[in-house]
């Protein structure tokens, strides 16, 4: 098994604040947290307050089985677009962290 794979099967990474805290603890200048909750085009909520809300919504769809009606395609939308700017700032900041060249070779 590698180390990967080690990490992955005995640490939680479901929420965000666990991803979070994870990284942090490999190493202390990654700060995905204060990378996600850094304002974001004049919204009320932060990048990680939206991840944390969409992680919330699958958990009640996944464990207790409550569908959202207010899930419509316009939302779906809306939490793969915050999704992908996530992701964008993150990888941002470990490439900046760990003095990387920042590359985005992939596209939605």
Same mark, same amino acid.
């Given at each position: 098994m590698s180390i990967e794979?080690?990490?992955? &099967? #005995?640490?939680?990474?479901?929420?965000?604040?666990?991803i979070c805290k994870h990284f942090k603890e490999v190493d202390k200048n990654i700060d995905f947290a204060a990378a996600l909750r850094k304002p974001y085009r004049r919204r009320k909520i932060s990048l990680y307050e939206s991840l &944390? #809300?969409?992680v919330d919504s699958r958990h009640r769809i996944i464990h207790r089985g409550q569908l959202d009606l207010q899930l419509d395609d316009k939302a779906v939308s809306s939490m793969l677009h915050?999704?992908?700017?996530g992701i964008i700032r993150?990888?941002?900041?470990?490439?900046?962290?760990?003095?990387?060249?920042?590359?985005q070779w992939w596209g939605c």
């Open positions: 794979d080690a990490i992955a &099967e #005995n640490l939680p990474f479901q929420r965000i604040a666990a &944390e #809300n969409i915050d999704m992908k700017e993150c990888y941002k900041h470990l490439t900046s962290v760990k003095g990387w060249g920042y590359d």
